[in-house]
């Protein structure tokens, strides 16, 4: 057993994968064997992920606030404090805040074999946004 006491300071998630202001803290990353990385994720009103892919898959959980999370093809669904959402593996999507409201999720990833988590697209075309 290994208990972290100080992790990263807080990071702003960078604008080639964001629109809006985004906060990241890592949680966990404990290295190998583990893949597992687990993020809290805290996003501004309207602040959302570019189009992005993961390897393995991923788990989005609101702990506050609601949001929206669109897979490419489908619906944008809104989703709020308490709801789980799966993301399939190499499934397309993104996902953000309402555009009144904050929102706050944790994400949590397997890493790749070659040690990637995401793969980071275009932006999403704020025309496709709903209001």
Do not use: K, Y
């Given at each position: 057993?290994?208990?972290?006491?100080?992790?990263?300071?807080?990071?702003?998630?960078?604008?080639?994968?964001?629109?809006?202001?985004?906060?990241?803290?890592?949680?966990?990353?404990?290295?190998?064997?583990?893949?597992?990385?687990?993020?809290?994720?805290?996003?501004?009103?309207?602040?959302?992920?570019?189009?992005?892919?993961?390897?393995?898959?991923?788990?989005?959980?609101?702990?506050?606030?609601?949001?929206?999370?669109?897979?490419?093809?489908?619906?944008?669904?809104?989703i709020r404090a308490g709801d789980t959402v799966?993301?399939?593996?190499?499934?397309?999507h993104w996902h953000g805040?309402?555009?009144?409201?904050?929102?706050?999720?944790?994400?949590?990833?397997?890493?790749?074999?070659?040690?990637?988590?995401?793969?980071?697209?275009?932006?999403?075309?704020?025309?496709?946004?709903?209001?």
């Open positions: 057993m290994r208990i972290t006491r100080q992790r990263p300071g807080t990071r702003q998630g960078p604008a080639e994968n964001f629109t809006g202001t985004v906060w990241l803290d890592e949680i966990a990353a404990p290295g190998p064997p583990s893949r597992l990385h687990l993020f809290n994720v805290h996003f501004a009103p309207g602040a959302h992920t570019a189009w992005h892919r993961h390897p393995h898959g991923q788990v989005l959980h609101v702990m506050e606030g609601e949001g929206r999370v669109q897979r490419e093809g489908g619906p944008v669904e809104p799966w993301i399939e593996p190499g499934e397309r805040a309402g555009p009144h409201t904050f929102m706050t999720h944790l994400a949590v990833v397997e890493a790749a074999e070659d040690g990637t988590t995401v793969a980071w697209e275009a932006h999403v075309d704020p025309r496709d946004l709903p209001a």
